[in-house]
């Protein structure tokens, strides 16, 4: 099976072949003659000469253009004033004939006058009539010039002398290569536009690495179709129905076949980008695909779950908003459009919106516990990647994110008091509706933990309510069930429910389920994604049953992976596998994200904080209001539902101005009374509590939850004794909390007032008592502000020191500590008596694209993206990118690169290599983080071992042509050494079962 098939495998030698010469005979001659005519006049450049000298040479280096099985003869011919041959028309069947080309290329004197491109026609033609080039064979002229004639035979008429010669041209095409200002794209679709023919084309290159990669498609590559055009940021079908985000990573993959036969073709084409007419910055685009090809081969649209099979392009930053044009431009050849890109189908075209976004508000806590005398904790690293997980999957492109702690104390840490306690720690930071703050807390467990409910069974993660404010889950890498449980629980707090549909799947009275064991109350919407695969019924992507274009797949950016829907199955469902977000719940978590948070364009690090500091500040300051500050207690613990049980977490105290009533509860369906040291009833305050939405392990399910969780603020009296909770209507009181005689004592250590803390991190400590002997548990809070605004950092906390990471605190000269003890209700305080320097701390950055030893093949872009955090800076701007080679590359947190050199708009190209990358943050305050990657740079695809019919991977055609030549010693098989998968000299099964195991289709199936 050869690549550069159809009318370039004219098989037919009949009797024509009989009647030729015998110096022509069958041996002699290729079924493709590949003349490559070459522009040597004096408008030629160094630069543009070596842009077709090497171009050429690359081209036959890459044995999937110019095959060593003597299907291709390749001829050399220079013009400028005159002519010449440069190589012969010579028969490439093996390595030594490829090499010879490559030296005469190589040796080639430019003649440097006048340019007569009608003369080199005319020079190829007598070439081939002169060696005898048959009718029936495919010849293809392939030019390349920098401008247009001025000397000698017209090009019309040259090529109409080709077309009758008796071999009678096939094919005819220009690679151009612009010379401002006297040569332009313009001006070669003029000039040679009308003469070009045979699926030839003009084309325009700017450096030999396009030249190389295109020569196939372009002077021999085969017709093909467009049988799809998806253009995804997350999940989307093939009429790009799934709404598009501003600013959001994006990539438009295009299916490529054959359109004729079904022999594999390599594939390649430019994608152009418009915005109301008008060209986009960097259009067209390469795609990044390994060379910028592919292999196309029949049933592209089947295939959609390898990114290799789809010839894609990364769109550039600068097209992502407003609406823009893509289209898809095929080189060479005829490109026919059968697709369903919107908004008008079969043209090659997809017309997509980038809608205004908001940015994720979240604050993800790391949670810590001690076990077996071992202290297990999350990371700032693995906030990261969290961060990088959600940006993988929600519908935003960025995410305004700060850091806590959660110290657990000892034993595995409990569901229900973990999100107690991010509950308590989102109320003491004043994250209030009334101040603008709607961030979500994560408590974040590290994936060596484990989280319990209160019967002390595992449980994946659990969320205070459907819609809520926080969650908790354990952390899970690969494509484990619980890699995007964070997720699945923030999208609870977003108001997404499990996916259930009580007709499709069933339920009673007071609840419904969905597949795989999850359940959700009837007020959940219905999921409309409910399909049966391999025989088990599933929460799907998208419709599995309404045809291929409205099939959802799902694009996983962080790692450059397809998302199959056969195998991934919705994020808000138990299904096992590797879940991720529907159509449907893609959009309404967007409808929630673009509701409820501010536009991404404000990238604000500390957006809830200082947009809570401005109102608080001004509603608390002592020496600017004469309003009195109120003491207030947050009564708060967890509801047994069915058994009619409370559970009292420790009391803490906040102040507000008395022009503020603090957020609670609302409902009706239980009572907090308020009592004080008699019995006598003070107050009563109705509400009703949150129902915890929990996520099992591993899937599968799990039973409905029964706890709830209450937070309720009571105005501070001297007069309060006793806390009960009543259930209504009428119902029993089924808890109590009563205080004791003595509140504890407290106090601030360390640090205390004038110390300059030390990067990475300090120790918190003080002292505490309490008369009565109760147990302590404290409140730790920072005020970066001399004590303007609070964040607490740990809550329910056992010990009288913790360590804090200072890049969670940020730089500040102001530093307050505060430390609050309870005994469960009655709370003692102590501020340091001084402010505190906390200092400027290194930012964390690291390399997400491209992932250490990748390679990078000719033409094909090479993308250096960054991920970065800073405690104190709002954005990493300062981003440098340099190569071990080549020195200084670019600055930015993304930019483009290629093979090359020189630099393109202000980005060095990269020379052929082995590099290691090396990307430098530095924050504001001028301290930096590094990370590297090794990459390998080519300019041709090595040969893969093992790949009998050159298409570029291994499947069962290879190991069918290898069966063929069992028991041949190497030299006398068809595929040769490269199908000699042990190096024994000998094609035997055993090189078989090595090529069975190396295949990169799935189960080694034809296709």
């Given at each position: 099976?050869?690549?550069?098939?159809?009318?370039?495998?004219?098989?037919y030698?009949?009797?024509?072949?009989?009647?030729?010469?015998?110096?022509?005979?069958?041996?002699?001659?290729?079924?493709?003659?590949?003349?490559?005519?070459?522009?040597?006049?004096?408008?030629?450049?160094?630069?543009?000469?070596?842009?077709?000298?090497?171009?050429?040479?690359?081209?036959?280096?890459?044995?999937?253009?110019?095959?060593?099985?003597?299907?291709?003869?390749?001829?050399?011919?220079?013009?400028?004033?005159?002519?010449r041959?440069?190589?012969?028309?010579?028969?490439?069947?093996?390595?030594?004939?490829?090499?010879?080309a490559?030296?005469?290329?190589?040796?080639?004197?430019?003649?440097r006058?006048?340019?007569?491109?009608?003369?080199?026609?005319?020079?190829?033609?007598?070439?081939?009539?002169?060696?005898?080039?048959?009718?029936?064979?495919?010849?293809?002229?392939?030019?390349?010039?920098?401008?247009?004639?001025?000397?000698?035979?017209?090009v019309?008429?040259?090529?109409?002398?080709?077309k009758?010669?008796?071999?009678?041209?096939?094919?005819?095409?220009?690679?151009?290569?612009?010379?401002?200002?006297?040569?332009?794209?313009?001006?070669?679709?003029?000039?040679?536009?009308?003469?070009?023919?045979?699926?030839?084309?003009?084309?325009?290159?700017?450096n030999?690495?396009?030249f190389?990669?295109?020569?196939?498609?372009?002077?021999?590559?085969e017709?093909?179709?467009?049988?799809?055009?998806?253009?995804t940021?997350?999940?989307?079908d093939?009429?790009?129905?799934v709404?598009?985000?501003?600013?959001?990573?994006?990539?438009?993959?295009?299916?490529?076949?054959?359109?004729?036969?079904t022999?594999?073709?390599?594939?390649t084409?430019?994608?152009?980008?418009?915005?109301?007419?008008?060209?986009?910055?960097?259009?067209?685009?390469?795609?990044?695909?390994?060379?910028?090809?592919?292999?196309?081969?029949?049933?592209?649209?089947?295939?959609?779950?390898?990114?290799t099979?789809?010839?894609?392009?990364q769109?550039p930053?600068?097209?992502?908003?407003?609406?823009?044009?893509?289209?898809?431009?095929?080189?060479?050849?005829?490109?026919?459009?059968?697709?369903?890109?919107?908004?008008?189908a079969?043209?090659?075209?997809?017309?997509?919106?980038?809608?205004?976004?908001?940015?994720?508000?979240?604050?993800?806590?790391?949670?810590?516990?001690?076990?077996?005398?071992s202290?297990?904790?999350?990371?700032?690293?693995?906030?990261?990647?969290?961060?990088?997980?959600?940006?993988?999957?929600?519908?935003t492109?960025?995410?305004?994110?700060?850091?806590?702690?959660?110290?657990?104390?000892?034993?595995?840490?409990?569901?229900?008091?973990?999100?107690?306690?991010?509950?308590?720690?989102?109320?003491?930071?004043?994250?209030?509706?009334v101040?603008?703050?709607?961030?979500?807390y994560?408590?974040?467990?590290?994936q060596?933990?484990?989280?319990?409910?209160?019967?002390?069974?595992?449980?994946?993660?659990?969320?205070?309510?459907?819609?809520?404010?926080?969650?908790?889950?354990?952390?899970?890498?690969?494509?484990?069930?619980?890699?995007?449980?964070?997720?699945?629980?923030?999208?609870?707090?977003?108001?997404?429910?499990?996916?259930?549909?009580?007709?499709?799947?069933?339920?009673?009275a007071?609840?419904?389920?969905?597949?795989?064991?999850?359940?959700?109350?009837?007020?959940?919407?219905?999921?409309?994604?409910?399909?049966?695969?391999?025989?088990?019924?599933?929460?799907?992507?998208?419709?599995?049953?309404?045809?291929?274009?409205?099939?959802?797949?799902?694009?996983?950016?962080?790692?450059?992976?397809?998302?199959?829907?056969?195998?991934?199955?919705?994020?808000?469902?138990?299904?096992?596998g590797?879940?991720?977000?529907?159509?449907?719940?893609?959009?309404?978590?967007?409808?929630?994200?673009?509701?409820?948070?501010?536009?991404a364009?404000?990238?604000?690090?500390?957006?809830?904080?200082?947009?809570?500091?401005?109102?608080?500040a001004?509603?608390?300051?002592?020496?600017?209001?004469?309003?009195?500050?109120?003491?207030?207690?947050?009564i708060?613990?967890?509801?047994?539902?069915?058994?009619?049980?409370?559970?009292?977490?420790?009391?803490?105290?906040?102040?507000?101005?008395?022009?503020?009533?603090?957020?609670?509860?609302?409902?009706?369906?239980?009572?907090?009374?308020?009592?004080?040291?008699?019995g006598?009833?003070?107050?009563?305050?109705?509400?009703?509590?949150?129902?915890?939405?929990?996520?099992?392990?591993?899937?599968?399910?799990?039973s409905?939850?029964?706890?709830?969780l209450?937070?309720?603020?009571?105005?501070?009296?001297?007069?309060?004794?006793?806390?009960?909770?009543e259930?209504?209507?009428?119902?029993?009181?089924?808890?109590?909390?009563?205080?004791?005689?003595?509140?504890?004592?407290v106090e601030?250590?360390?640090?205390?007032?004038?110390e300059?803390?030390?990067p990475?991190?300090?120790?918190f400590?003080?002292?505490?008592?309490?008369?009565?002997?109760?147990?302590?548990?404290?409140?730790?809070?920072?005020?970066?502000?001399?004590?303007?605004?609070?964040?607490?950092?740990?809550?329910?906390?056992?010990?009288?020191?913790?360590?804090?990471?200072?890049?969670?605190?940020?730089?500040?000269?102001?530093?307050?500590?505060?430390?609050?003890?309870?005994?469960?209700?009655?709370?003692?305080?102590?501020?340091?008596?001084?402010?505190?320097?906390?200092?400027?701390?290194?930012?964390?950055?690291?390399?997400?694209?491209?992932?250490?030893?990748?390679?990078?093949?000719?033409?094909?872009?090479?993308?250096?993206?960054?991920?970065?955090?800073d405690?104190?800076?709002?954005?990493?701007?300062?981003?440098?990118?340099?190569?071990?080679?080549?020195?200084?590359?670019?600055?930015?947190?993304?930019l483009?690169?290629?093979?090359?050199?020189?630099?393109?708009?202000?980005?060095?190209?990269?020379?052929?290599?082995?590099?290691?990358?090396?990307?430098?943050?530095?924050?504001?305050?001028?301290?930096?983080?590094?990370?590297?990657?090794?990459?390998?740079?080519?300019?041709?695809?090595?040969?893969?071992?093992?790949?009998?019919?050159?298409?570029?991977d291994?499947?069962?055609?290879?190991?069918?042509?290898?069966?063929?030549?069992?028991?041949?010693?190497?030299?006398?098989?068809?595929?040769?050494?490269?199908?000699?998968?042990?190096?024994?000299?000998?094609?035997?099964?055993?090189?078989?079962?090595?090529?069975a195991?190396?295949?990169?289709?799935?189960?080694?199936?034809?296709?």
């Amino acid at each position: 099976m050869r690549i550069l098939s159809g009318t370039g495998f004219k098989k037919y030698i009949g009797t024509l072949l009989l009647c030729l010469s015998a110096v022509f005979s069958f041996n002699t001659h290729a079924t493709t003659d590949l003349v490559f005519i070459v522009d040597g006049s004096g408008s030629i450049n160094s630069t543009d000469w070596n842009i077709q000298r090497n171009g050429i040479v690359a081209a036959i280096q890459d044995p999937l253009v110019i095959p060593r099985d003597g299907s291709i003869a390749i001829s050399v011919v220079q013009f400028s004033g005159s002519t010449r041959i440069e190589f012969p028309y010579t028969l490439i069947d093996s390595e030594a004939d490829a090499q010879a080309a490559i030296s005469a290329v190589q040796g080639m004197s430019q003649f440097r006058s006048s340019t007569g491109p009608g003369n080199g026609i005319n020079a190829a033609t007598s070439h081939l009539t002169g060696v005898g080039a048959l009718k029936d064979d495919f010849q293809s002229y392939c030019m390349s010039t920098d401008g247009t004639r001025n000397t000698g035979a017209t090009v019309g008429d040259a090529i109409s002398s080709a077309k009758t010669a008796a071999f009678e041209l096939d094919r005819y095409s220009v690679i151009a290569i612009e010379d401002p200002p006297f040569f332009d794209a313009g001006d070669a679709a003029t000039h040679y536009g009308p003469h070009v023919f045979g699926g030839g084309a003009v084309f325009v290159v700017n450096n030999f690495t396009e030249f190389a990669s295109f020569i196939g498609a372009l002077c021999l590559g085969e017709p093909l179709k467009l049988v799809g055009m998806e253009v995804t940021q997350v999940i989307q079908d093939l009429e790009n129905k799934v709404k598009l985000v501003e600013k959001k990573k994006t990539l438009v993959r295009t299916y490529l076949e054959p359109k004729n036969g079904t022999d594999p073709v390599k594939a390649t084409a430019r994608l152009k980008g418009t915005r109301g007419g008008v060209d986009l910055p960097g259009s067209p685009l390469t795609a990044s695909n390994s060379g910028g090809a592919i292999i196309a081969k029949p049933n592209a649209i089947s295939r959609r779950n390898l990114l290799t099979d789809s010839l894609n392009f990364q769109l550039p930053e600068s097209w992502l908003t407003g609406t823009i044009e893509l289209e898809l431009e095929g080189v060479g050849g005829t490109l026919d459009c059968m697709e369903k890109a919107g908004p008008s189908a079969n043209d090659c075209k997809a017309t997509v919106t980038f809608n205004t976004g908001s940015e994720l508000e979240v604050k993800f806590v790391k949670v810590s516990y001690t076990s077996g005398g071992s202290t297990i904790a999350s990371s700032n690293a693995d906030m990261n990647e969290l961060e990088k997980r959600l940006l993988a999957t929600f519908p935003t492109s960025k995410i305004d994110r700060t850091t806590g702690t959660l110290n657990a104390g000892a034993g595995v840490p409990v569901d229900q008091n973990i999100l107690s306690s991010l509950s308590n720690m989102r109320f003491l930071d004043f994250c209030w509706n009334v101040f603008g703050c709607d961030r979500l807390y994560y408590g974040a467990i590290d994936q060596t933990g484990s989280l319990v409910d209160v019967n002390g069974n595992g449980n994946g993660g659990l969320a205070n309510g459907i819609p809520g404010s926080v969650s908790t889950g354990v952390i899970r890498d690969g494509n484990s069930y619980g890699r995007n449980r964070h997720g699945h629980e923030i999208a609870h707090t977003m108001g997404r429910h499990h996916a259930t549909n009580l007709a499709l799947v069933g339920g009673n009275a007071t609840s419904k389920n969905g597949p795989c064991g999850s359940v959700s109350s009837l007020s959940g919407p219905e999921f409309p994604n409910i399909a049966t695969v391999s025989g088990s019924q599933r929460a799907t992507l998208g419709p599995m049953g309404s045809g291929d274009d409205k099939l959802v797949f799902g694009w996983d950016s962080q790692r450059n992976s397809v998302v199959d829907p056969n195998q991934t199955f919705e994020m808000m469902s138990y299904c096992p596998g590797y879940r991720w977000p529907s159509d449907f719940t893609y959009e309404g978590i967007r409808s929630f994200i673009n509701s409820t948070f501010s536009p991404a364009s404000v990238n604000d690090k500390n957006a809830f904080a200082k947009r809570a500091q401005v109102k608080h500040a001004a509603l608390m300051s002592a020496k600017a209001s004469t309003a009195a500050l109120v003491d207030w207690m947050l009564i708060r613990g967890i509801i047994d539902i069915d058994l009619d049980t409370v559970v009292f977490d420790a009391i803490n105290h906040f102040q507000i101005d008395s022009s503020i009533t603090p957020p609670s509860l609302p409902g009706s369906d239980y009572h907090l009374i308020i009592k004080d040291v008699t019995g006598a009833e003070l107050n009563r305050i109705p509400f009703t509590p949150m129902l915890l939405e929990s996520d099992s392990e591993n899937g599968g399910g799990s039973s409905a939850n029964t706890k709830a969780l209450f937070l309720i603020p009571v105005m501070a009296d001297p007069a309060i004794w006793t806390f009960e909770i009543e259930k209504q209507p009428s119902g029993p009181v089924i808890g109590s909390l009563t205080s004791s005689d003595n509140p504890p004592v407290v106090e601030v250590t360390f640090p205390n007032g004038g110390e300059i803390l030390n990067p990475p991190s300090t120790t918190f400590m003080w002292t505490g008592s309490d008369a009565d002997g109760d147990s302590l548990l404290y409140t730790v809070q920072f005020s970066p502000d001399a004590g303007a605004t609070w964040e607490t950092i740990a809550t329910d906390y056992v010990g009288t020191s913790l360590e804090v990471d200072l890049g969670d605190l940020g730089k500040t000269s102001d530093g307050l500590l505060r430390v609050q003890a309870s005994e469960g209700f009655n709370v003692a305080q102590d501020d340091s008596d001084g402010t505190f320097v906390t200092p400027n701390t290194p930012p964390t950055c690291d390399i997400t694209t491209p992932f250490d030893n990748a390679s990078f093949i000719g033409v094909q872009p090479i993308a250096l993206e960054a991920f970065a955090h800073d405690a104190e800076d709002e954005s990493i701007t300062n981003v440098q990118w340099t190569s071990n080679l080549d020195g200084n590359i670019g600055n930015g947190l993304s930019l483009i690169t290629e093979l090359g050199t020189g630099t393109v708009n202000g980005i060095k190209r990269l020379r052929e290599g082995s590099h290691t990358i090396t990307m430098t943050c530095t924050d504001a305050g001028g301290l930096s983080s590094t990370d590297t990657v090794d990459i390998t740079l080519s300019l041709t695809q090595p040969q893969i071992k093992g790949d009998a019919d050159n298409d570029g991977d291994l499947d069962k055609n290879d190991i069918n042509l290898i069966r063929q030549d069992l028991g041949k010693p190497v030299d006398g098989s068809a595929c040769g050494a490269k199908c000699d998968m042990n190096d024994d000299l000998v094609i035997n099964a055993l090189d078989m079962r090595l090529v069975a195991l190396s295949c990169t289709r799935p189960s080694c199936a034809v296709e």
